[in-house]
């Protein structure tokens, strides 16, 4: 292996392969992505929570019921309601997704290892996004 390589290239072993790929993590976008995905999370999942309750308090406190047939009622509404929540749930985590991209390929870290002032054609396309 030591004949393959050029002049004033020295092996590397994995502790110095595993630095310079733990040099090149944005941690500032992973720490974003996972705020961003604890606040989606949250607000789902409370948003959810808190409509299921209104149905249990509209059935047991004012007595309502669901009622057959096309009409558009407070429970139709409320089903409508959760799956808004489901939809913003899965744009955020598509989102989420490339803002992530986004910040693997427009650090700090990436264009030391393309020189000064170049990002790659990906980094420039979904920051166009």
Known sequence: ?????????????CFECCIKCLGGIPYASLIATILLYA???????????????????????F??????GDTLDVFTMIDIFKYVIYGIAAAFFVYGILLMVEGFFTTGAIKDLYGDFKITTCGRCVSAW
Do not use: D, P
């Open 39 to 61: 606040g989606v999370a949250l607000f789902c999942g409370c948003g959810h929570e808190a409509l299921s309750g209104t149905v249990n308090i509209l059935q047991t406190y």
């Open 1 to 13: 292996m030591e004949e393959n390589m050029e002049e004033g290239q020295t092996q590397k072993g």
């Open 63 to 68: 007595e309502m019921a669901r009622t057959a």
